[in-house]
């Protein structure tokens, strides 16, 4: 596969395409955080809860305990 006319290998898009997921859980938390989970899923409880496992399970993954524990906050 190419972009922006470079080959890239699997292992190349994977590590892209993990950096890019990491960008959107960042730029997710960041709202989540200023405005609360109803400025992202409006009165979806089951949803809000769904997104905020999912984003607590990066953060574990990643070792970002801090961010993992305000979600966990947000969550009671």
Not at 22 to 51: A, F, H, M
Not at 64 to 74: F, H, N, P, W
């Amino acid at each position: 596969m190419y972009l922006n006319d470079r080959k890239m290998s699997m292992e190349d898009l994977e590590r892209f395409t993990n950096r890019l997921i990491g960008c959107l859980i960042d730029n997710l938390y960041d709202t989540i955080v200023e405005e609360g989970i109803q400025s992202v899923y409006p009165d979806d409880e089951y949803n809000q809860e769904k997104l905020l496992r999912k984003m607590e399970e990066h953060y574990v993954s990643t070792e970002q305990y801090e961010k993992c524990a305000v979600l966990t906050k947000l969550r009671k």
